[in-house]
């Protein structure tokens, strides 16, 4: 019987020391930069935080944030409904669908809309 790829990334590191490098100290000396037009960023986004905190948008915001929790709470459920799929199948994730999937299952948009 023919392995599936899985099974054969499985097997192929079976029993193998796998060395995880600290990639702080493989990027020392890399340039570092920030953006150049930072002190912009800044102002404008302290702009838009004033402005949206000095409006009157109470039923607007509200709705809006409860769509939102709504809409995340969804893409976690499907993103994690599709991982266990995936998971099942014989054949590997491509790296869209992992990175998709990984996106989704990590809570990261839920709790940033409840902290909202």
Known sequence: MQSTPR???IK???GQK???Y???KVMTG???VVNPNIEIL???VQVRITKYATSDHSTFGLIEKRQLLLDEIKLFLDSQSEEQNLALQADLPTVE???YNRMGTSA???LLAINE
């Open 7 to 9: 099974e054969a990334l």
């Open 12 to 14: 192929s590191l079976k």
């Open 18 to 20: 796998i060395r995880i």
């Open 22 to 24: 600290d990639l702080d």
């Open 30 to 32: 890399w340039p570092s």
């Open 42 to 44: 800044r102002e404008d």
């Open 97 to 99: 669908q992992y990175r």
């Open 108 to 110: 990261v948009g839920i």
